[in-house]
């Protein structure tokens, strides 16, 4: 079974940034397609990113395009999550999902087979 921990969430100021990290187990990780969503409390749970498994696509919620940026290291078996221009409405758990298929993505949750704990991200105003 495979498994992903999400890391670098924690308490930044508007117009801040941070990194978040996702490490897959290698049997899940190389070919599969990687995404990133958030869930704020009582919101649905909304996708942020995914990447193809050989990083060829990579689609963006419209709330993020053009501050955050997703990308993957297939030998460190790890996705990142770079958020820059972080605003309060950003604020969320974020979780690493993934799925076997790694040609294709979705913005869709129910659409992904494996999903990490989550990491909480706080932006304050």
């Known amino acids: 079974q495979g498994q992903l921990v999400e890391s670098g969430g924690g308490l930044v100021q508007a117009g801040g940034a941070l990194r978040l990290s996702c490490a897959a187990s290698?049997?899940?990780?190389?070919?599969?397609?990687m995404a990133w969503f958030r869930q704020a409390p009582g919101k649905e749970r909304e996708f942020v990113a995914a990447?193809?498994?050989?990083?060829?696509?990579?689609p963006y919620g419209d709330s993020v395009k053009g501050r955050f940026s997703i990308s993957r290291d297939n030998v460190k078996n790890t996705v990142y999550l770079q958020m820059n221009s972080l605003k309060p409405e950003d604020t969320a758990v974020y979780y690493c999902?993934?799925?076997?298929?790694?040609?294709?993505?979705?913005?869709?949750?129910?659409?992904?087979?494996?999903w990490g704990q989550g990491t909480q991200v706080t932006v304050s105003s």
């Open positions: 990447i193809t498994s050989n990083g060829g696509r990579t």
């Open positions: 999902a993934a799925d076997r298929n790694g040609l294709a993505t979705s913005s869709s949750p129910t659409w992904y087979s494996f």
């Open positions: 290698g049997r899940i990780f190389s070919t599969y397609t």
